[in-house]
Every structure is written in structure tokens, then in C-alpha cells.
């Protein structure tokens, strides 16, 4: 039992305690405040401290798993490097000298440029008159969208098995489809002259439907009033076209450019598969960039030789890729 | 009397020695394999292996020929890979010359220098000065297939017996449609794949040269081409592909499936290929009556033959016990498996397969040639790929050229091309041989 006189004394004493922890947390609280507000100064003061902080965990991945590998790539290209081989010598340039004898890859480089020439100019001519189409049923395009991205995320390998088969000249449904309408069959992978379109046949299927959603987006951007403006002017459908959409989606079609032009000069996987010689399907040997570096650095182990081709290939890429910037680019 | 006696003896300790159990010895040893349908010998193995090493475990890995060497050639310089190396007799030299090979114990060095063994030509892959430092295993040795009962509806008594006929049947064999398109070839030629595509040419270029187009140098792993020196030979070769490929005599296409799927599926009378065929078309064409002959002779009489060689990894933490893998490898249960179910011939001399042959007689062609047959394998060398594969592209762009038809100045123009392919690869790669 507590003595009367104590109770309080009590009160009075945990008044005084509740008051002291409610003045040490109002304390906390300012310091935290404070040193939050501190914080926030080193930040803007530091900022590029903290900038360093914060993007260096993924700027240190991509220097292991991009900037080495290329800067390894380029040193590989002056040496005679074979895996297997103890002698690995530096030998300048003679990798790149050697380029220009190679008839393979003089034969890949404008196979490679043919085929990107074609799948790009293909791919996005037909994507945006599809988006341009679109457009016009507004409310069901999503659904075409769905069903053209469908190719899009299936992978490059199982698609083309399954248009090797397509392909086949005995038992494809294309020839099947040929000969139906009284056409002669054709030997789509296995004649020369040929198989240039069948590769850009499945390149065009496979990504088009990335292309009518990124064109799908930028037309959705371009501002009615403008296309009512012009309307009221006078303009016919194919002048608004000409006149106001491509030009407000130059960008746009900048990056889409770019981008095909990127996916099409690295193509490797639908050759490789659709002309793999398994012993009972023959196909002819269409030679591609990709695939050249690919046979000299895995299988003719020449890991020197690879690189300087991989070389060469990065900076055409990047010539195109500028030519595209210099030509599309907005004028100011 | 007395030499039976110790070498009975000697048979009977290494065999009580194999059956005693080592527990001591712990940890795994890995096998990668490039011809998958070896699978079932390995694993027979591995379960006479596990009896003496109880505690090691066993990794069999199978890729695609190709992923294989590819694997290979990246794991092994760099101390890791398999334990086990089961090496083509063309990438071996890669290895020994790569220091990536370990020494091989004196019994089973002594068997590969043993000629009623293992046979000299087979012998000399792997031995180096006078030093294994491997083991012959099994061979693909080619031969000539031909369907039974297409032979019989042309009206032709038996397969044909020289160079010549093996044409004069493609053309007889070769059926087509009212449109005039081939539905069925002669004989399936090798059209696609360069560097396969050069063995096949290779195949009848033997026949009519009496030498193989690339021949071992006077060094160990060096190369002399020998096109030029047979030219008229090379070139009628590749004639005579032209002439069954474009025109009147057309025996082939490029569109009819080819090979031994070509074989199976009735698309094709005749192919030249390896003895793993017949398991194959077993399997995949059961209806297919076919045979096997040597592959018919012309001026000369070679049979090519693949090898595949078993050495040990210089790297292996347990090379005791991988030898002793591929000496159980050798055991006549084992080696009769890999003749049956794969097709492959093994090497040893010392073996029996009269019970594989008395369920297949076909494979007798493969394990007993022909005693005046030259067995000829391909002169290993580290630039072995990139030569076949650019003079084979070479040779595959005659084969689509119709203009060549008739035209012998021509061939002979396009294998001289094929020669200097070579030549200039074999240069570059220090391994020329005059």
C-alpha cells in the first residue's frame, strides 16, 4: 500500500518525467530535423559526391559487363590470339590489313548491308502506315497491338525453327500456298537469290510490332488542334500526313531509324538457325557479319582476327547510326 | 611358355586390381562428350567405375559436336574442362601442342604401341616421338548406302563396284515428276556444311587421286595440298558433282532432304557416309532396305576414316582414376555397346565382335575391311577448321555454278582456287608443308 503522503510526490514526479521524455523526444526530433536538413545541404552541396554514390553500384556493372569487354575486344584485335595456342604475339595491324582480303567478309559486310537496308525500310514504312491506320479504330488498336507484339517477345530461335519449317521446299506451307494458286514452289532458304527475302521475311514479322507501338505512341502525342487546324484549312488526308504528322514525328522516327538499323546490322540468330546444315536440311551459306566473327573467333578460334571484325562492325554502326543523327535531326 | 605365363598372371592381378574397391580416392571426374550417341557406353562404364571408386562421382556432359570443341577449346587452355578429353583425331594435335595432355601410364601406352592392338595408322595420331599420349578408341569408317529396293525397281543386280557406276546409277535411281523436279535423288551428294563438304568431295577424290586432298607434311602437324599436283583428278570430281547437279544427268538438288534423314525417308538411293548410319536408319527409316559397301574403287582404294581418341587432362585432380575409366572403356561389353548403338568401329584388334555382327551383319563392311583397302585419316592440324571450311565454300559455290557443266578449264580453274584457299590458310598458320 502506497502512504498518502507520497501520492503526490508521485504525480508530481511522473509529471516531471513524462515532461522530461516528451522534452527528449522533442529534442530527438529537432536533431533528426536538423541532421536531415544537414543532409540536404551536403547534397546540394556534394551533389556530385552523390551522384558517384548512387549510380556507381550500376556503373561499375557496366564497365565489367560493357566497357571491358570492348576495350579487351580492341586490345584482342592486334594480337594473333588462339585459346588453345601458348604463343600469343602482338602483331599491329595485321589483323585489319587481312580485312580487306577477306573475300567471306567482304561478302558478309554487303550481304549484312542489303538485308539491313531492306528490313529497315520494310519494317517501319509498313509500321507506320499501320499505326496511321490504328489510329483510326482507336478503340480496338490495342488489340492489333497485342497481337503484333505477339512475335516481338518470342524469342529469335524457336521462331525460326518454326519458319524453317514454314520454309521447307517439299513440305512448307508457303510453297504449299504457291503452288495452290498455280505459282511454282520456290526453294526459299536454299536458292542464293532467294533466301536474302526469306531472312528479311521473318526479320519484318518478328519486329514490326514493336515499331506500331512506338509509332502507335507518337502519333497519339500529336495534338488534335493541330490536325483540326489543318483540316480546316483545306488539307487532304495525305497532305496532313505529309505536312504535319511526319514532321511532328521526326524524333520519333529518328530513334525508330536508329534502332532498326542497330537490330538489323547485328542479325545472327535467323541465319544461323534457318541455314544451320543439320545433315538433312541444306541451306545455302548466306554469310552476315555477326556470323563471320561468330566462325572466326568460336570456331576457327582466330579470337584476334574476331575482334578486329568486331571492331570494324562497331564503327560502322556508329557511321550509320551518325548519318541517321545528321539527317534526321531537327534543325534549329 | 613362360612369357603366357607371367603375362596370364599379370591379366589376372591388373584384373583382381581393377575389382578391388578404392575408397580412399574422393571427388568427381567430368566427361564431356560431342557424339551424344556414345551416352550408353559411357554410362556402362560408369557403373563398372563406381565398383572400384565408390566415392568418386561421375559427370557425363553431352553437347553438339561443334558446342563441344567450341567448350573445349575455352576451358581447357585455361586449367578447368573435362578430366576426361574424348578428342577428334583432327583437334588432338591442339591439345598436345597446348601442353594440355597428361602422360599416359606405361600399360596402356605399351597397348597403343602394340600393333595387334591398335593398328599403326591409328597409332600414329597420338604418338608424338615415340610417345602416346592418347588412345585410339573407335573410327567412323565410311562406306557407300544404298537402298535395296530402289535397285531392284531400276532393274540393278547389286550396288555399284567402281567410280564410274556409282554415276551411271545416280542416274538411273533419280526419279521425277510430271513437272520434271526430282522427288527422289540418285544419290545424295553433300551440298551444304563446308567443312563436312570437303571430307565428302574428299570421298571420291581419294578414289581418283590415290591421295587425300590435304596429306600429312614431312613435320608432325603440318600439311601439304595436294590439288594441284592432281588436278585433272580434282576437277573431274567436281565435274561430275556439276553434272548431276544442272542438266540432263541431274541426279540431286539442293530441295530434297539429304544425308542419311534424306537416306531414311526414302528421298534419296545411295549416300556415302560413316558407319553410324546404320543404327540410324534402323531407327529413324526401319521400312528402308539398305545396304553397305566399301566405297567403290577407281584408280585407288581408300576408306577415310574418323578417329576418336581418349587422353586425360594435364589439369585432372584424379588422372589415376580417369585412366582407369578408359581402361574399363576398353572392356569387350563395352566396346560391343558402342559398335551397336552407336555405329562407331572400335579399334581394338583384340576384340570380338561377332556377337554385335551376328545381329547386324552390315557392320562387318566397317569392322573388316577389305584387306587391299588403305584406311587414310585426315592430317590433323590447329587450322584444320578454317581450311576445310574455305576450301569447302569454294567447292560448294562450283557445285551452283551450271556453267561449269562440260567445262573441265573451268573446274579445273575453281579447284585450283580451293588449293590456293588452303594453302594461304596453312601458310598463315605455320603448318605448310611443300
Redesign the interface.
Known amino acids: 500500500m502506497i502512504p498518502k503522503k507520497h501520492v503526490p510526490d508521485l504525480i508530481r514526479d511522473g509529471n516531471r518525467f513524462s515532461d522530461k521524455i516528451m522534452r527528449e523526444q522533442e529534442s530527438v526530433r529537432g536533431n533528426l530535423a536538423a541532421r536531415f536538413q544537414e543532409f540536404r545541404d551536403s547534397i546540394k552541396r556534394d551533389h556530385l559526391l552523390w551522384v558517384l554514390i548512387a549510380l556507381g553500384p550500376v556503373f561499375a556493372l557496366f564497365c565489367i559487363i560493357r566497357v571491358y569487354p570492348i576495350l579487351e575486344t580492341i586490345r584482342l584485335s592486334f594480337y594473333r590470339y588462339?585459346?588453345?595456342?601458348?604463343n600469343r604475339p602482338f602483331i599491329g595491324f595485321d589483323n585489319y590489313w587481312r580485312l580487306l582480303e577477306d573475300e567471306?567478309f567482304r561478302t558478309a559486310l554487303i550481304n549484312t548491308l542489303q538485308f539491313c537496308v531492306m528490313a529497315v525500310i520494310i519494317t517501319l514504312v509498313l509500321a507506320f502506315a499501320i499505326a496511321v491506320l490504328l489510329r483510326s479504330i482507336e478503340k480496338v488498336a490495342p488489340v492489333y497491338e497485342l497481337l503484333l507484339y505477339i512475335p516481338v517477345v518470342t524469342p529469335w530461335v524457336p521462331a525460326s525453327v518454326i519458319w524453317k519449317w514454314i520454309f521447307d521446299?517439299?513440305h512448307g506451307i508457303l510453297n504449299y500456298g504457291l503452288t495452290s494458286v498455280g505459282l511454282p514452289?520456290l526453294?526459299w532458304l536454299?536458292?542464293?537469290h532467294v533466301i536474302l527475302y526469306a531472312i528479311v521475311l521473318v526479320s519484318v514479322w518478328k519486329m514490326l510490332g514493336y515499331f506500331v507501338v512506338v509509332y502507335g505512341v507518337g502519333l497519339r502525342n500529336i495534338p488534335d488542334e493541330l490536325l483540326e487546324a489543318s483540316e480546316l484549312d483545306g488539307a487532304t488526308p495525305w497532305q496532313r500526313l505529309i505536312y504535319v504528322v511526319i514532321p511532328m514525328m521526326k524524333p520519333i522516327i529518328l530513334f525508330t531509324v536508329i534502332i532498326a538499323t542497330i537490330i538489323f546490322f547485328n542479325v545472327f540468330a535467323p541465319v544461323y538457325v534457318l541455314t544451320a546444315?543439320?545433315?538433312?536440311?541444306?541451306?545455302?551459306?548466306f554469310k552476315v557479319v555477326i556470323g563471320e566473327i561468330y566462325?572466326n573467333a568460336?570456331?576457327?578460334?582466330?579470337m584476334g582476327y574476331a575482334g578486329a571484325q568486331s571492331v570494324v562492325l562497331l564503327l560502322f554502326v556508329l557511321t550509320l547510326v551518325f548519318i541517321q543523327f545528321t539527317l534526321f535531326r531537327e534543325k534549329r | 611358355m613362360v612369357r603366357r605365363f607371367i603375362l596370364a598372371a599379370a591379366c589376372l592381378l591388373l584384373s583382381i586390381q581393377l575389382g578391388i574397391a578404392d575408397e580412399k580416392t574422393k571427388g568427381k571426374i567430368s566427361i564431356w562428350l560431342g557424339y551424344p550417341e556414345t551416352l550408353d557406353a559411357f554410362k556402362l562404364g560408369q557403373t563398372e567405375f563406381k565398383k572400384k571408386y565408390p566415392n568418386v562421382d561421375v559427370e557425363i556432359l553431352t553437347f553438339e559436336l561443334r558446342e563441344f570443341e567450341a567448350k573445349l577449346a575455352v576451358s581447357v587452355p585455361a586449367g578447368s574442362g573435362p578430366d576426361i578429353l574424348a578428342l577428334h583425331d583432327f583437334i588432338f594435335p591442339r591439345y598436345y601442342e597446348g601442353g594440355s595432355l597428361a602422360d599416359m601410364p606405361a600399360d596402356l601406352a605399351q597397348a597403343v604401341n602394340n600393333k595387334a592392338i591398335i593398328d599403326t595408322p591409328f597409332r600414329d595420331i597420338v604418338t608424338r616421338e615415340g610417345k602416346p599420349w592418347g588412345l585410339p578408341w573407335w573410327s567412323g569408317r565410311n562406306g557407300l548406302f544404298y537402298n535395296l529396293d530402289h535397285l531392284q525397281a531400276a532393274g540393278l543386280s547389286g550396288p555399284p563396284k567402281s567410280y564410274t557406276e556409282v554415276w551411271q546409277y545416280a542416274e538411273k535411281l533419280t526419279q521425277k515428276n510430271e513437272k520434271g523436279e526430282l522427288t527422289r535423288a540418285g544419290i545424295s551428294l553433300r551440298l551444304t556444311g563446308p567443312s563436312g563438304g570437303t571430307q565428302k568431295f574428299g570421298y571420291f577424290y581419294y578414289q581418283l587421286a590415290g591421295v587425300q586432298m590435304f596429306e600429312p607434311g614431312k613435320k608432325p602437324g603440318t600439311v601439304q595440298v595436294t590439288i594441284a599436283k592432281n588436278i585433272d583428278a580434282a576437277a573431274r570430281v567436281l565435274l561430275d558433282h556439276v553434272e548431276h547437279l544442272h542438266g540432263a544427268k541431274k541426279s540431286d538438288d539442293w530441295a530434297l532432304k539429304h544425308d542419311a534423314q534424306g537416306f531414311a525417308s526414302g528421298a534419296a538411293s545411295m549416300f556415302m557416309r560413316e558407319s553410324w548410319v546404320i543404327p540410324f536408319v534402323k531407327k529413324n527409316g526401319p521400312d528402308v532396305k539398305f545396304g553397305v559397301v566399301p566405297v567403290p574403287r577407281d584408280k585407288a582404294f581408300g576408306a577415310f576414316n574418323a578417329v576418336e581418341v581418349l587422353s586425360v587432362n594435364k589439369d585432372s585432380k584424379l588422372k589415376d582414376a580417369a585412366w582407369d575409366f578408359i581402361r574399363i572403356l576398353q572392356d569387350q561389353a563395352i566396346v560391343n555397346n558402342v559398335l551397336e548403338s552407336s555405329g562407331w568401329v572400335p579399334l581394338r584388334r583384340d576384340r570380338d565382335y561377332g556377337s554385335v555382327l551376328a545381329k547386324e551383319p552390315r557392320f562387318a563392311q566397317m569392322t573388316s575391311p577389305p584387306s587391299d583397302q588403305v584406311q587414310y585419316i585426315e592430317a590433323p592440324n590447329v587450322a584444320y577448321e578454317e581450311m576445310t571450311t574455305r576450301v569447302g565454300e569454294v567447292i560448294q559455290a562450283g557445285f551452283r555454278d551450271a556453267s561449269l557443266v562440260g567445262n573441265m578449264d573451268g573446274a579445273k580453274r575453281v579447284m585450283m582456287r580451293a588449293h590456293d584457299t588452303a594453302v594461304k590458310i596453312l601458310k598463315d598458320n605455320g603448318n605448310y608443308s611443300d
Open positions: 588462339h585459346p588453345t595456342q601458348r567471306a521446299p517439299v514452289k526453294a536454299q536458292d542464293e546444315s543439320a545433315q538433312g536440311a541444306p541451306a545455302y551459306d566462325q568460336f570456331v576457327f578460334y582466330r
